[in-house]
Nanobody, 124 residues
Framework: QVQLVESGGRLVQAGDSLRLSCAASGRTYITDGMGWFRQAPGKEREFVAA????????HYAAYVKGRFTISRDNAKNTLYLQMNSLKPEDTAVYYC?????????????????WGQGTQVTVSS
């Protein structure tokens, strides 16, 4: 199986930058697509960004495009999310996920493994 552990979340101010990391372990070779999702209090979990191992292609949700950057270091089995120009509405628990498929998946059901999440709080 695959284990995912997120880190890097903390309290920041609006306009700040933050980088999240997701360390993958186990049978990481069985997965290709990886993504970031977030869940704010009282809201459903939503897609943030996705990347494929094989091509490095990326896809972003409209509300983060231009501010967030997803990347991965395959040698370190680590996924990153660089978040710039943070807004209070970015406050959420951020989850990384891994998928068998190499598609740039945006739906929760398309991912096979999930981390426990890391809290990001953006104050105004």
């Amino acid at each position: 199986q695959v284990q995912l552990v997120e880190s890097g979340g903390r309290l920041v101010q609006a306009g700040d930058s933050l980088r999240l990391s997701c360390a993958a372990s186990g049978r990481t070779y069985i997965t290709d697509g990886m993504g970031w999702f977030r869940q704010a209090p009282g809201k459903e979990r939503e897609f943030v960004a996705a990347i494929t191992r094989s091509t490095g292609s990326t896809h972003y949700a409209a509300y983060v495009k231009g501010r967030f950057t997803i990347s991965r270091d395959n040698a370190k089995n680590t996924l990153y999310l660089q978040m710039n120009s943070l807004k209070p509405e970015d406050t959420a628990v951020y989850y990384c996920a891994a998928a068998f498929s190499g598609r740039l998946a945006t739906q929760i059901r398309d991912y096979d493994y999930w981390g426990q999440g890391t809290q990001v709080t953006v104050s105004s």
